[in-house]
């Protein structure tokens, strides 16, 4: 069977630490080419923009874009008004509409669309969910606090309008909790705190609810230190439920659950060739939702200046 011909844009850090290796270690796909302003990737054709990528390239079948979110949706526009189908790195766009919007454009152009919420995939995520479901909740709280200079370093983009700040790690704490919830969540406030010299937070307290009035709070934190937290503790009438480690540890009272040993990229890619051959996509907008919300009623703090 042919392998899935793949193109990437953007060959920065998480496509050169997760994406690339993924794709390789899948012999379901072929990676034949990237488009990048950065350093090129080894071993196949490079090209400077996507535009090049599809005219003068290896043809391609699918596309995964692993650019910023600023400047992402024309991107992926371009790949699907040529009929591509695509993987979309979080958060998938910098504004809701555009990502409403690259939703129904999936649909129209009848292609395979992936908005790859990629913590959705750590290894204790499907267990927790499974207990979950048969459990009365009582409250959630997640603590997500990293160290920025660690995870994006000398990103400018990510202090700019639409780069997130700390929503861009926070966003992954929001698509796990919109998974293993089974009701919507709505923001009720947000303590955003803004550095003098950046347009996005780099730390936030976020409390949200419910239509059945359960009570979830987030500590979001950018400048965490070198020891990553990040945890979600979801306090049920019958026992307490632990993700760590971005959930790939579960602990159900106390007690560390045996879980999935896949990767979450392995698993993001096998997601993806399945729903190539289902002809399907996978597209959702709930965790962009969350902190679009949370922007529209945060309060702004300014803080000291952010250094790299
Ligand atoms: N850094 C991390 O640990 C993780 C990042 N992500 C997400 O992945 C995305 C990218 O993040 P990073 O890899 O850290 O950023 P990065 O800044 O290291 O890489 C972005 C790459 O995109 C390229 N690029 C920018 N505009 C382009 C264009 N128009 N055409 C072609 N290439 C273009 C840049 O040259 C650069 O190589 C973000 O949405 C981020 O939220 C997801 C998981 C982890
Ligand atoms: O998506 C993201 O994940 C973290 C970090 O890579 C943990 O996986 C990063 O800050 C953010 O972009």
Redesign the pocket.
Known sequence: MQPIRLGL???????Q??HVPAILANPVFQLVSV?????PCAGVENFR??GELLENGPQVDAIAF????Q?RFA?VQQALAAGKHVLV???PCATLGEAMALVDQVREQGVSGLFAW?SRYAPGIEAARDWLASRTLQSVKIDWKEDVRK??PG?A?IWQPGGLGVF?PGINAFSIVTHLLALPLFVESAELRVPSNCQSPIAASIKMSDAQHLDVRAEFDFDHGHDELWSIEIRCTEGLLRLDNGGAVLSIDGVRQTVSQEGEYAAVYRHFQQLIADQASDLDLQPLRLVADSFFLGSRTLVEPFYD
């Open positions: 844009v953007g060959y920065g850090k998480i496509a630490d997760q488009a990048t302003q950065g350093q923009s996507l692993c650019t910023p979110p400047g991107l790195e979080k958060p990629h995870w994006h990103q983009w861009d």
